[in-house]
């Protein structure tokens, strides 16, 4: 029942949560942006998970240049690639009757907020400009960065169109052609322009 002597209760529990928002807002304001921290450089990295179990299963880095190296256990350890870094992952695996996956991507490390693909054992993913699954294909893709490195250059830095071209020659069946450093310097100067 009510009383028309006692005057009605208001409730300010909404009030007060707006107004302990707004003085945590201002409080955040003053402080300014946060400052980067080691942890928050690390997430920009692409992560690869490396693991090597002696004829049975190697996943290793053919070619890139590792930003990060952190060992965790004896078999396995985890490398970083910055942002449009170029590496080559290797995935390699056997049972007793004889190897069961041979694998390798040619990568291509993202920024955050690009779109990227996702590949096992690589976080958050990348850019794929190459994938070649079983062991003879998988071996033309070697002899192709062979024949890069013979040509004086560092697979990291080839033109990235020559990566799909190997892929792509290599599912059709055909031999890919050759990286020439006349090639590798068209690619650079278009790099250049591009800007």
């Known amino acids: 029942m009510n009383d ?9 529990s909404g009030f007060e949560a707006t107004l302990r928002r707004k003085a945590a807002d201002q409080e955040a304001a003053r402080r300014g942006p946060p400052v980067p921290t080691a942890i928050a450089d690390q ?22 240049r590792i930003a990060q190296d952190r060992i965790l256990t004896r078999k396995t ?21 004889g190897t069961i996956v041979s694998r390798i991507d040619v990568v291509r490390a993202i920024a955050p907020g690009d779109p990227y693909t996702t590949l096992p054992f690589v976080r958050p993913g990348g850019d794929i400009l190459l994938h070649v699954e079983s062991w ?9 960065i062979d024949a890069v490195e013979a040509a004086g250059v560092d697979p990291c830095d080839a033109a990235v169109d020559h990566w799909r071209h190997v892929h792509n020659r290599i599912a059709a069946g ?8 006349e090639r590798h310097r068209a690619w650079l100067k278009r790099r250049e322009i591009e800007g």
């Open 4 to 12: 028309p002597a006692r005057p009605a209760r208001i409730d300010f």
């Open 77 to 97: 350890r985890v490398v970083g690639f910055r942002p449009g870094a170029i590496f080559a992952f290797v995935r390699w695996a056997a049972s007793d009757f």
């Open 174 to 181: 055909h031999q890919p052609r050759p990286y020439t450093m």
């Open 43 to 64: 997430s920009r990295l692409t992560e690869v998970e490396l693991t090597w179990i002696e004829q049975r299963l190697e996943h290793w880095i053919r070619f890139g």
């Open 136 to 144: 003879p294909k998988v071996q033309q893709v070697l002899a192709a």
